[in-house]
Protein backbone atom coordinates (compact mmCIF):
# COMPACT_ATOMS: atom_id res chain seq x y z
CA UNK A 1 0.00 0.00 0.00
CA UNK A 2 0.80 3.15 -0.78
CA UNK A 3 0.53 6.73 0.97
CA UNK A 4 1.31 10.15 -0.29
CA UNK A 5 1.50 13.04 2.74
CA UNK A 6 1.26 16.48 1.58
CA UNK A 7 2.15 19.79 3.36
CA UNK A 8 -0.21 22.34 1.69
CA UNK A 9 1.72 25.44 1.03
CA UNK A 10 0.30 29.15 1.84
CA UNK A 11 1.18 32.89 1.80
CA UNK A 12 2.91 34.18 4.66
CA UNK A 13 4.58 37.94 5.32
CA UNK A 14 6.61 38.04 2.25
CA UNK A 15 4.91 36.23 -0.04
CA UNK A 16 1.76 38.20 0.94
CA UNK A 17 3.55 41.10 0.58
CA UNK A 18 6.66 40.87 -1.57
CA UNK A 19 7.62 44.35 -1.29
CA UNK A 20 8.68 43.80 2.03
CA UNK A 21 11.82 41.61 0.31
CA UNK A 22 12.94 45.01 -0.55
CA UNK A 23 13.55 45.68 3.53
CA UNK A 24 13.76 43.16 5.39
CA UNK A 25 16.95 41.11 5.41
CA UNK A 26 16.24 37.85 5.09
CA UNK A 27 17.94 34.73 2.79
CA UNK A 28 14.85 32.29 3.07
CA UNK A 29 10.75 33.26 4.10
CA UNK A 30 9.41 29.81 4.80
CA UNK A 31 10.93 27.02 7.51
CA UNK A 32 10.63 23.23 7.39
CA UNK A 33 6.75 22.00 7.81
CA UNK A 34 5.16 21.45 11.30
CA UNK A 35 5.77 18.41 13.03
CA UNK A 36 2.01 16.80 12.38
CA UNK A 37 2.78 14.42 9.30
CA UNK A 38 6.33 13.51 10.92
CA UNK A 39 4.77 11.91 13.99
CA UNK A 40 1.70 10.19 11.54
CA UNK A 41 5.04 9.36 8.98
CA UNK A 42 6.77 7.55 12.26
CA UNK A 43 3.55 5.63 13.46
CA UNK A 44 2.91 4.70 9.77
CA UNK A 45 3.23 0.84 9.46
CA UNK A 46 6.10 -0.55 7.40
CA UNK A 47 3.93 -2.53 5.38
CA UNK A 48 3.03 1.12 3.71
CA UNK A 49 5.03 2.71 1.10
CA UNK A 50 5.69 6.78 2.35
CA UNK A 51 5.84 9.78 -0.05
CA UNK A 52 6.14 12.66 1.14
CA UNK A 53 5.62 15.92 -0.76
CA UNK A 54 5.78 19.81 0.21
CA UNK A 55 3.93 21.65 -1.69
CA UNK A 56 5.45 25.02 -1.06
CA UNK A 57 8.84 23.37 -3.08
CA UNK A 58 8.14 20.42 -5.45
CA UNK A 59 5.29 18.93 -7.90
CA UNK A 60 2.74 16.99 -5.66
CA UNK A 61 2.13 13.91 -7.55
CA UNK A 62 -1.12 14.15 -9.06
CA UNK A 63 -1.04 11.22 -11.39
CA UNK A 64 1.06 8.83 -9.18
CA UNK A 65 0.03 5.41 -8.21
CA UNK A 66 -0.71 5.97 -4.37
CA UNK A 67 -3.58 4.53 -2.55
CA UNK A 68 -4.24 6.97 0.33
CA UNK A 69 -3.60 10.75 -0.11
CA UNK A 70 -3.11 12.71 3.54
CA UNK A 71 -3.09 16.49 3.42
CA UNK A 72 -1.94 18.57 6.76
CA UNK A 73 -3.41 21.94 6.60
CA UNK A 74 -3.98 24.85 8.92
CA UNK A 75 -6.17 27.84 8.74
CA UNK A 76 -3.47 29.87 5.74
CA UNK A 77 -3.29 26.90 3.78
CA UNK A 78 -6.68 25.21 4.12
CA UNK A 79 -7.90 26.84 0.34
CA UNK A 80 -4.73 24.85 -0.96
CA UNK A 81 -5.30 21.58 0.91
CA UNK A 82 -8.74 21.33 -0.93
CA UNK A 83 -7.91 22.00 -4.00
CA UNK A 84 -5.42 19.62 -4.09
CA UNK A 85 -8.07 17.06 -2.11
CA UNK A 86 -10.06 17.98 -5.23
CA UNK A 87 -7.60 17.20 -7.72
CA UNK A 88 -6.72 13.80 -6.15
CA UNK A 89 -10.39 12.67 -5.37
CA UNK A 90 -11.08 13.79 -9.34
CA UNK A 91 -8.74 10.81 -10.42
CA UNK A 92 -9.88 8.31 -8.25
CA UNK A 93 -8.15 8.49 -5.24
CA UNK A 94 -8.99 8.50 -1.49
CA UNK A 95 -8.04 11.85 0.63
CA UNK A 96 -7.74 11.92 4.42
CA UNK A 97 -7.51 15.38 5.94
CA UNK A 98 -5.58 16.54 9.31
CA UNK A 99 -4.47 19.46 11.12
CA UNK A 100 -5.80 21.87 12.86
CA UNK A 101 -7.73 23.55 10.62
CA UNK A 102 -9.41 20.34 10.20
CA UNK A 103 -9.90 19.78 13.67
CA UNK A 104 -11.62 23.05 14.16
CA UNK A 105 -13.52 23.10 11.02
CA UNK A 106 -14.26 19.55 9.73
CA UNK A 107 -17.58 20.10 8.57
CA UNK A 108 -16.19 22.50 5.85
CA UNK A 109 -13.24 20.24 4.79
CA UNK A 110 -15.14 16.76 5.01
CA UNK A 111 -16.58 17.82 1.84
CA UNK A 112 -13.35 17.51 -0.17
CA UNK A 113 -12.23 14.01 2.00
CA UNK A 114 -12.98 10.52 2.46
CA UNK A 115 -11.96 11.37 5.96
CA UNK A 116 -10.87 13.81 8.47
CA UNK A 117 -9.07 13.37 11.79
CA UNK A 118 -10.21 15.78 14.37
CA UNK A 119 -7.52 16.52 17.00
CA UNK A 120 -4.10 14.50 18.00
CA UNK A 121 -3.63 11.76 15.11
CA UNK A 122 -1.18 9.65 16.42
CA UNK A 123 -3.59 7.12 17.99
CA UNK A 124 -6.15 6.69 15.64
CA UNK A 125 -3.74 6.98 12.56
CA UNK A 126 -3.10 3.02 12.31
CA UNK A 127 -6.85 2.20 12.99
CA UNK A 128 -7.46 4.81 9.76
CA UNK A 129 -4.57 3.45 7.64
CA UNK A 130 -6.11 -0.26 8.97
CA UNK A 131 -9.80 0.62 7.62
CA UNK A 132 -8.14 2.22 4.61
CA UNK A 133 -6.53 -1.17 3.79
CA UNK A 134 -10.02 -2.71 3.97
CA UNK A 135 -11.76 -0.49 1.78
CA UNK A 136 -13.94 1.12 5.13
CA UNK A 137 -13.02 4.03 5.94
CA UNK A 138 -15.44 5.93 8.39
CA UNK A 139 -16.24 10.49 7.70
CA UNK A 140 -14.65 11.04 11.33
CA UNK A 141 -11.65 9.92 13.29
CA UNK A 142 -10.90 11.01 16.94
CA UNK A 143 -8.78 9.58 19.25
CA UNK A 144 -10.81 8.80 22.99
CA UNK A 145 -8.00 9.63 24.49
CA UNK A 146 -4.80 11.86 24.27
CA UNK A 147 -2.00 10.00 22.47
CA UNK A 148 0.19 8.03 25.17
CA UNK A 149 3.46 10.71 24.93
CA UNK A 150 5.85 8.28 26.82
CA UNK A 151 5.29 5.43 23.85
CA UNK A 152 5.71 8.05 21.11
CA UNK A 153 8.41 7.47 18.06
CA UNK A 154 10.65 9.77 17.34
CA UNK A 155 9.25 12.32 14.43
CA UNK A 156 10.40 11.06 11.10
CA UNK A 157 11.96 14.88 10.60
CA UNK A 158 14.01 12.87 7.42
CA UNK A 159 11.13 13.29 5.08
CA UNK A 160 11.48 17.20 5.54
CA UNK A 161 15.67 17.17 5.34
CA UNK A 162 15.21 15.42 1.74
CA UNK A 163 13.81 18.21 0.61
CA UNK A 164 16.35 20.73 1.21
CA UNK A 165 17.90 22.10 -1.59
CA UNK A 166 18.82 25.67 -2.39
CA UNK A 167 15.55 27.37 -2.09
CA UNK A 168 15.18 25.27 0.97
CA UNK A 169 17.59 24.73 3.90
CA UNK A 170 16.78 25.60 7.01
CA UNK A 171 19.22 26.01 9.86
CA UNK A 172 17.18 24.31 12.70
CA UNK A 173 13.58 21.95 12.82
CA UNK A 174 11.03 21.74 15.35
CA UNK A 175 11.51 19.79 18.56
CA UNK A 176 8.15 19.29 20.83
CA UNK A 177 8.27 19.37 24.15
CA UNK A 178 5.16 19.38 25.48
CA UNK A 179 1.48 18.99 24.03
CA UNK A 180 -1.82 20.72 25.45
CA UNK A 181 -2.29 24.36 27.82
CA UNK A 182 -3.92 24.91 30.50
CA UNK A 183 -4.33 28.72 29.44
CA UNK A 184 -7.48 30.03 27.30
CA UNK A 185 -5.14 32.82 25.15
CA UNK A 186 -7.81 34.63 23.20
CA UNK A 187 -6.25 33.95 19.96
CA UNK A 188 -4.72 30.31 20.85
CA UNK A 189 -6.22 27.38 19.36
CA UNK A 190 -3.74 24.86 21.08
CA UNK A 191 -6.09 24.09 24.46
CA UNK A 192 -8.76 23.06 22.00
CA UNK A 193 -6.73 20.95 19.33
CA UNK A 194 -4.41 19.27 21.87
CA UNK A 195 -6.39 19.61 25.23
CA UNK A 196 -6.10 21.92 28.36
CA UNK A 197 -3.93 19.20 30.20
CA UNK A 198 -0.29 19.74 29.44
CA UNK A 199 1.66 16.54 29.01
CA UNK A 200 5.02 16.34 28.54
CA UNK A 201 7.24 14.29 26.33
CA UNK A 202 10.16 12.20 28.30
CA UNK A 203 13.08 13.87 28.47
CA UNK A 204 14.86 11.50 26.52
CA UNK A 205 12.25 11.66 23.42
CA UNK A 206 13.66 15.22 23.00
CA UNK A 207 17.39 14.10 23.81
CA UNK A 208 17.25 11.53 20.65
CA UNK A 209 15.18 14.10 18.66
CA UNK A 210 17.73 16.85 19.01
CA UNK A 211 20.83 14.62 18.63
CA UNK A 212 19.18 12.99 15.56
CA UNK A 213 19.37 16.80 14.07
CA UNK A 214 22.78 17.13 14.94
CA UNK A 215 23.82 14.84 12.99
CA UNK A 216 22.69 16.44 10.06
CA UNK A 217 23.89 19.56 11.09
CA UNK A 218 20.86 21.08 12.17
CA UNK A 219 19.76 22.96 15.19
CA UNK A 220 16.58 22.56 17.48
CA UNK A 221 14.00 24.75 17.83
CA UNK A 222 11.51 24.98 21.03
CA UNK A 223 8.55 26.87 20.12
CA UNK A 224 6.58 26.03 22.94
CA UNK A 225 6.21 29.03 25.62
CA UNK A 226 4.51 25.94 28.57
CA UNK A 227 8.29 24.82 28.62
CA UNK A 228 7.95 27.57 31.40
CA UNK A 229 5.26 26.76 33.30
CA UNK A 230 5.23 25.30 36.39
CA UNK A 231 4.12 20.88 35.51
CA UNK A 232 6.73 21.92 32.65
CA UNK A 233 9.60 23.52 34.28
CA UNK A 234 11.07 20.74 36.26
CA UNK A 235 11.23 18.24 32.79
CA UNK A 236 12.43 21.58 30.90
CA UNK A 237 15.42 21.87 33.43
CA UNK A 238 16.21 18.21 33.34
CA UNK A 239 16.54 18.51 29.36
CA UNK A 240 18.97 21.96 29.86
CA UNK A 241 21.40 20.21 32.03
CA UNK A 242 21.63 17.34 29.95
CA UNK A 243 22.32 19.26 26.95
CA UNK A 244 24.92 21.72 29.36
CA UNK A 245 26.66 18.86 29.91
CA UNK A 246 27.28 17.71 26.22
CA UNK A 247 28.49 21.14 25.73
CA UNK A 248 27.54 21.85 22.05
CA UNK A 249 25.03 24.00 20.88
CA UNK A 250 22.11 22.27 19.72
CA UNK A 251 19.08 25.00 20.25
CA UNK A 252 18.50 27.81 17.91
CA UNK A 253 15.49 29.53 19.96
CA UNK A 254 13.49 29.07 22.92
CA UNK A 255 9.74 30.36 22.61
CA UNK A 256 8.67 32.81 25.82
CA UNK A 257 6.72 35.74 26.75
CA UNK A 258 7.25 38.99 28.17
CA UNK A 259 5.38 37.74 31.74
CA UNK A 260 7.38 34.70 31.88
CA UNK A 261 10.68 36.24 31.26
CA UNK A 262 9.66 38.30 34.49
CA UNK A 263 8.72 35.54 36.40
CA UNK A 264 11.87 33.33 35.59
CA UNK A 265 14.02 33.01 38.34
CA UNK A 266 18.06 33.86 37.22
CA UNK A 267 18.67 30.11 38.05
CA UNK A 268 16.69 29.36 35.16
CA UNK A 269 18.60 31.82 33.16
CA UNK A 270 21.59 30.42 34.30
CA UNK A 271 20.99 26.51 33.19
CA UNK A 272 19.63 27.90 29.98
CA UNK A 273 22.67 30.19 28.98
CA UNK A 274 25.23 27.03 30.35
CA UNK A 275 22.87 25.19 27.80
CA UNK A 276 23.98 27.24 24.95
CA UNK A 277 20.64 28.78 24.28
CA UNK A 278 21.22 32.08 22.95
CA UNK A 279 17.91 33.64 21.61
CA UNK A 280 14.20 34.11 22.56
CA UNK A 281 11.33 33.89 20.22
CA UNK A 282 9.06 36.58 22.56
CA UNK A 283 5.46 36.24 21.50
CA UNK A 284 4.03 39.03 22.41
CA UNK A 285 -0.05 40.20 21.73
CA UNK A 286 -1.86 38.01 23.86
CA UNK A 287 -0.64 39.03 27.07
CA UNK A 288 -1.46 41.74 29.83
CA UNK A 289 1.97 43.30 29.20
CA UNK A 290 1.95 43.60 25.59
CA UNK A 291 -1.53 44.42 24.99
CA UNK A 292 -1.51 47.29 27.06
CA UNK A 293 2.40 48.59 26.73
CA UNK A 294 1.65 50.31 23.31
CA UNK A 295 -1.81 51.70 23.57
CA UNK A 296 -0.45 54.83 25.38
CA UNK A 297 -2.46 54.50 28.10
CA UNK A 298 -0.65 52.14 30.36
CA UNK A 299 2.29 53.07 31.77
CA UNK A 300 2.72 50.27 33.74
CA UNK A 301 2.86 48.00 31.50
CA UNK A 302 5.12 49.76 29.11
CA UNK A 303 7.80 49.77 31.76
CA UNK A 304 7.65 45.95 32.17
CA UNK A 305 7.60 45.41 28.56
CA UNK A 306 10.96 47.56 28.76
CA UNK A 307 12.31 45.39 31.89
CA UNK A 308 11.31 42.30 29.48
CA UNK A 309 13.96 43.02 27.32
CA UNK A 310 16.41 44.33 29.56
CA UNK A 311 16.21 41.19 31.10
CA UNK A 312 17.04 39.14 28.44
CA UNK A 313 19.87 41.50 27.45
CA UNK A 314 21.03 41.30 30.45
CA UNK A 315 21.16 37.52 30.66
CA UNK A 316 22.45 37.58 27.17
CA UNK A 317 19.90 36.03 25.34
CA UNK A 318 18.69 38.09 21.87
CA UNK A 319 14.82 38.89 22.05
CA UNK A 320 13.33 37.71 19.05
CA UNK A 321 10.19 39.82 19.25
CA UNK A 322 7.06 39.39 18.02
CA UNK A 323 4.82 42.12 17.92
CA UNK A 324 0.79 41.87 17.46
CA UNK A 325 -1.00 44.90 16.37
CA UNK A 326 -5.00 44.87 16.08
CA UNK A 327 -6.16 44.64 19.42
CA UNK A 328 -9.41 46.30 20.28
CA UNK A 329 -6.97 48.44 22.94
CA UNK A 330 -4.94 49.40 19.89
CA UNK A 331 -5.59 52.74 17.98
CA UNK A 332 -3.47 54.62 14.60
CA UNK A 333 -0.85 55.52 17.24
CA UNK A 334 0.21 51.49 18.31
CA UNK A 335 2.51 51.51 15.21
CA UNK A 336 5.00 54.71 15.80
CA UNK A 337 4.59 53.45 19.94
CA UNK A 338 5.94 50.45 19.16
CA UNK A 339 8.83 51.70 16.75
CA UNK A 340 9.72 54.02 19.51
CA UNK A 341 9.77 51.08 21.94
CA UNK A 342 11.46 48.79 19.73
CA UNK A 343 14.77 51.84 19.55
CA UNK A 344 14.34 52.87 23.06
CA UNK A 345 14.85 49.10 24.53
CA UNK A 346 17.34 48.38 21.99
CA UNK A 347 15.39 44.92 20.22
CA UNK A 348 17.56 44.23 17.26
CA UNK A 349 15.39 41.64 15.48
CA UNK A 350 11.75 41.55 15.59
CA UNK A 351 8.94 40.17 13.40
CA UNK A 352 5.41 41.94 13.32
CA UNK A 353 1.91 40.21 12.72
CA UNK A 354 -1.56 41.29 12.45
CA UNK A 355 -4.59 39.89 15.23
CA UNK A 356 -6.32 37.11 13.11
CA UNK A 357 -9.34 34.93 14.49
CA UNK A 358 -8.73 31.58 13.93
CA UNK A 359 -11.48 29.10 13.90
CA UNK A 360 -11.49 27.54 16.75
CA UNK A 361 -9.92 30.39 18.97
CA UNK A 362 -11.85 32.58 21.92
CA UNK A 363 -11.89 35.75 19.56
CA UNK A 364 -13.19 34.13 16.57
CA UNK A 365 -15.89 32.93 18.52
CA UNK A 366 -16.39 36.51 19.74
CA UNK A 367 -15.79 38.47 16.47
CA UNK A 368 -18.26 35.62 14.79
CA UNK A 369 -21.09 36.52 17.70
CA UNK A 370 -19.83 40.34 17.27
CA UNK A 371 -20.26 40.13 12.94
CA UNK A 372 -16.98 42.12 12.86
CA UNK A 373 -15.38 39.19 10.59
CA UNK A 374 -14.88 40.88 6.94
CA UNK A 375 -15.08 37.34 5.02
CA UNK A 376 -13.54 33.70 4.82
CA UNK A 377 -11.09 33.50 2.66
CA UNK A 378 -8.79 30.95 4.73
CA UNK A 379 -5.85 32.25 2.73
CA UNK A 380 -5.84 35.63 4.21
CA UNK A 381 -6.08 34.46 7.84
CA UNK A 382 -2.04 34.58 7.92
CA UNK A 383 -0.59 37.12 9.77
CA UNK A 384 -0.35 39.30 7.16
CA UNK A 385 -3.67 40.76 6.19
CA UNK A 386 -6.60 42.06 7.89
CA UNK A 387 -9.74 39.76 7.91
CA UNK A 388 -11.88 41.51 10.51
CA UNK A 389 -13.30 44.81 11.49
CA UNK A 390 -10.47 46.75 14.35
CA UNK A 391 -12.74 48.45 16.86
CA UNK A 392 -10.36 51.60 16.80
CA UNK A 393 -9.08 51.97 13.53
CA UNK A 394 -10.06 51.08 10.18
CA UNK A 395 -9.02 47.67 8.25
CA UNK A 396 -7.22 49.98 6.31
CA UNK A 397 -4.79 51.79 8.92
CA UNK A 398 -4.58 48.34 10.64
CA UNK A 399 -2.95 46.78 7.08
CA UNK A 400 -1.05 50.11 6.49
CA UNK A 401 0.41 50.16 9.99
CA UNK A 402 1.39 46.31 10.02
CA UNK A 403 3.33 47.04 6.58
CA UNK A 404 4.91 50.50 7.96
CA UNK A 405 6.50 48.68 11.00
CA UNK A 406 8.10 46.19 8.90
CA UNK A 407 9.80 48.66 6.55
CA UNK A 408 10.61 51.18 9.25
CA UNK A 409 12.23 48.91 11.70
CA UNK A 410 14.73 47.13 9.47
CA UNK A 411 14.88 50.44 7.33
CA UNK A 412 16.64 51.85 10.52
CA UNK A 413 19.08 48.42 11.28
CA UNK A 414 20.16 48.27 7.64
CA UNK A 415 23.15 47.11 9.25
CA UNK A 416 22.47 44.18 10.08
CA UNK A 417 24.47 41.47 8.56
CA UNK A 418 23.29 38.27 7.50
CA UNK A 419 24.40 36.57 9.75
CA UNK A 420 23.00 38.01 12.63
CA UNK A 421 19.48 37.80 10.70
CA UNK A 422 19.25 33.97 9.14
CA UNK A 423 17.00 32.98 11.63
CA UNK A 424 14.57 35.24 10.08
CA UNK A 425 13.58 32.36 8.12
CA UNK A 426 12.97 30.46 11.10
CA UNK A 427 9.31 32.14 12.31
CA UNK A 428 8.17 31.94 8.55
CA UNK A 429 9.07 35.30 7.67
Known amino acids: MKIKFIYAGFQRHAEAHPELLDYVPCDEYFGPPS ?5 LAAVTPKTWEIDFRDDRLEDIGLDDDVDLVAISCFTPSAVRAMEIADAFRA ?35 PQLLDDAQNNQLKPIYQAAEPTNLETLPLPRVDL ?20 GCPLSCVACVLPKSMGRRSRNLPVQ ?34 LLDVLAERGQ ?46 TGKDPKAYQQALETIKKCHDNDIEPYTSFLVGNDDDDAGCFDRILDFADHAKVRKAEFAILTP ?61 LDTHRERTIQF
Open 358 to 418: YPGTPIWQSMTEQDRLLHRDWSKYNDANVVFKPKQMSPEQLQEGYLHLWKEFYRSRQSISK
Open 205 to 238: HALDQIEMLGKRGKLASLTEDTSFFPNARRHFGE
Open 160 to 179: YMEKEGRNFCPDDYPVQLHR
Open 35 to 39: LGIAY
Open 249 to 294: AAISYVGISMPVVLATREQLFQRMRAAGIKMFYLVGGFDPITKGAF
Open 91 to 125: RGKRVVFGGIFPSMMPEIVKEHADAVVIGEGDGIW
